[in-house]
């Protein structure tokens, strides 16, 4: 074991395993304690809406390659960090802990390796990243991202810009019933909205609209006619094709179980599917060659993979012969490093969408774009899946869960939907041409204002703030712009060093927000519009210090500028 110290407060911690010759590792344990001293919260990948400082006895995670990632932060009410920890192994399954030790009111934390039998070897290293610096808890976790980009073998999949911009999805909006005409029909508006790319969802590879999954696996598109048509349509609007599938299942119904029949991890009798075991060449093989073909035979443009999260290391039987992989970590990188590399030889830019929780660090060498986890028509969870994915995921594309509303919702009440995923990347799943028509006006102001400010929503200085009350004020800055967005009663900060241009966002139903300034702004010119974009007040104002309540329509937005 060995420390060393990147600056002050900023300590790596090395262990070091060897053996004169090849032995399964055993359980081992790295525990510390940190005093509980300003510290009130604590974020980590798999806490979701939960920031609460629990005892030590159950505050346990697992984090592997395939859930999660191995990082915990501890902060103070004032959004400073205190403690945020990290382990560099991101494959194998770790057990992390960290809660409070009753007996000494300190934080007590828990690095469990080998929790799970692990064959042979004769060498390991894995490092701690620990850092006490009293920093904002974004710009901790930000470095810690960082840190994870320098390993070997973490190095993150370029992003293609057409994963940067809003798309439309069939799932919430069709679900499996899929007709080529209507869903052409709303790629045609969706594209008129901004949207530059459609994922074509569960459906196609059966006529069966039940739900589950008894139906994978074969992969062929019973439910269209015409794959090849139906993708030069979309791409004719000026659109990227992406096409769903749950990458490891193989349902009951389908030839490639009998094929594979002993080759399968489980069977879930939820989802009518097996499992499929990675472990296995000739299962890999004909998974990177259903996608690779998929690509040159009908011109895709990627691929929605979803339950990569199943491949999973704790619910696998023993290795036995036949097998080219011990481990179910390894089998699931040579595989999906297989298709990232096949796919991107065929297209360089390739799209690869992954959603919570398989979003860890070793899973940005294969997928461009991460999802927040599904959450139908609930806007408060997309925004909290969203940041959470934003605050270690560096520059892959971080997108919203596709989003939904009742089309006898108030405007106002729909335009949220959208307004809690600003900082992300919008995915729209709604029928646009059943929508009234006050809703598409906000859908087209709003998602114009994205477009307008991606620069700043998805590459400026991304602060938010108040994680334990779940992000109810973010800001984004470049020098040029800052945006503000307030989701709860709160006061919007402008913080310091305000640019020239300001926009606050009211992704509230209230009809005011109060603005707090440390900085004298002098007289700025203020514009007021409503969620449909419908200008409702202009006028100079000054702009002192301290509190201005500003009067702005719910979901509505206030420009500031310099005249």
Known sequence: MSARALADGLDVVTMTLTASEPAPPPALTVVWTHPIIDVHARWYPAGRSNRALYPEWTSGFTAQMTRESPVVCFYSLRGNNRLTFACSDAVNPIGI???VYEETAEVKCRVNLFTKPHPAIKHYEVSLLIDTRD??????LRHVGEWWETHAGYRPLEVPESARVPLYSTWYSFHQ??????VVEQCRLARELGCEAVIVDDGWQTTNSGRGYAYTGDWEPVRIADMREFVKQVHALGMKFLLWYALPFAGKHSRAIKRFEGKTLRYIDGVGAAVLDPRYSEVREYLVNVFETAMRDWDVDGFKLDFVDWLDPGKAPPAREGMDYALITEAADRLLTDIAGHLRRIKPEVMIEFRQPYIGPAMRRYASMFRAIDCPNDSWSNRIGTLDLRLTCGRTAVHSDMFMWHMDDPVESAALQLLNVLFAVPQVSVLIDKLPADHREMLRFWLGFWRGHRDVLLDGQLSPLHPESLYPVVTASTRATRIVAVYQESIADAGVDVPAKVLL??????DRVVLELSEDLGQRHV?????????VREEDQPLPVGLHPLRVPP???????IR
Do not use: I, M
């Open 555 to 561: 979901a509505g937005l206030v420009r500031l500028t």
């Open 135 to 140: 920093v904002p808890y974004y710009q901790a």
């Open 527 to 535: 514009e007021v519009f409503d969620c449909r974009g419908r200008r």
């Open 505 to 510: 966002v009211n992704a509230t139903l209230r």
């Open 177 to 182: 019933s899929l007709v080529v005409d209507e």
């Open 97 to 99: 802990v960290g809660g």
